[in-house]
């Protein structure tokens, strides 16, 4: 049975999805900066406030029960609706200024962010743009990098992800190339973005 007397808040959403997305207790106050035994507790509460079982705890971790499911979406739209208040209100008195660093590669950063320059430079004349290309993935959540712009379908969850645009691939062979080698073969070599051509 819910209490009526919970009130629930954005912490809780907090914890909740930090819960589904690394599954354990530990890992989930490690990111959300809190002690083990504070989230833990925080989950009971929130579980008895709701009046539902949110989790079922495995010797693998916690998992959702059909009622956690039941709440995911409408938590993650909650997340999405705080990020982007947060996103109009903070620092909007203050003009920006400061320093950022861009990780991509060498294709995208000439066909998607150079050309973007001018732009954004005219709107944000005292922001200084660093852009650093190459195929290693710098780890945004050692400040390697503040922004990185990668080809996946899917950011690490506890990221901040959005689509900028679609990229095609296809593969290209001569028909002598082709009569010469069989593609399946370690003889025939893919010229791509990588820094050497690799066997097919």
């Known amino acids: 049975m819910a209490d009526r007397t919970f009130s629930m808040n ?17 890992a989930a106050a490690d990111l959300l900066g809190m002690s ?6 925080r989950i009971i509460a ?17 998992n959702l029960t059909p ?10 739209n ?21 320093h950022v660093r861009v990780a991509t590669s060498d294709f995208l950063a000439t066909h998607l962010l150079i050309p973007s320059l001018p732009a954004f430079g005219r709107q944000y004349s005292e922001i200084n743009v660093e852009i650093v290309t190459g195929y290693e993935s710098l780890d945004i959540d050692r400040r390697e990098a503040d922004i990185a712009l990668r080809i996946t379908p899917k950011p690490p969850p506890h990221l901040v992800g959005k ?8 593969p290209f062979v001569s028909r002598d190339y082709l ?20 066997p097919a």
Do not use: P
């Open 10 to 26: 954005w912490d809780d959403i907090k914890i909740f999805l930090a819960m589904v997305r690394h599954a354990t207790v530990r």
């Open 36 to 41: 083990h035994s504070t989230v833990a507790r």
């Open 46 to 62: 929130l579980e008895k406030g709701l009046g539902v079982r949110l989790f079922d705890r495995t010797a693998h971790g916690y």
């Open 67 to 76: 009622a956690g499911k039941d709440i995911l979406a409408t938590a993650e």
């Open 78 to 98: 909650m997340e999405r609706e705080v990020m982007t208040l947060e996103r109009r209100v903070v620092g909007r008195d203050q003009k920006l200024t400061g």
């Open 163 to 170: 689509r900028l645009a679609a990229v095609a691939f296809a």
């Open 179 to 198: 009569r010469q080698h069989d593609l399946q073969s370690s003889t025939s070599c893919w010229i791509g973005y990588q820094r050497n051509a690799v």
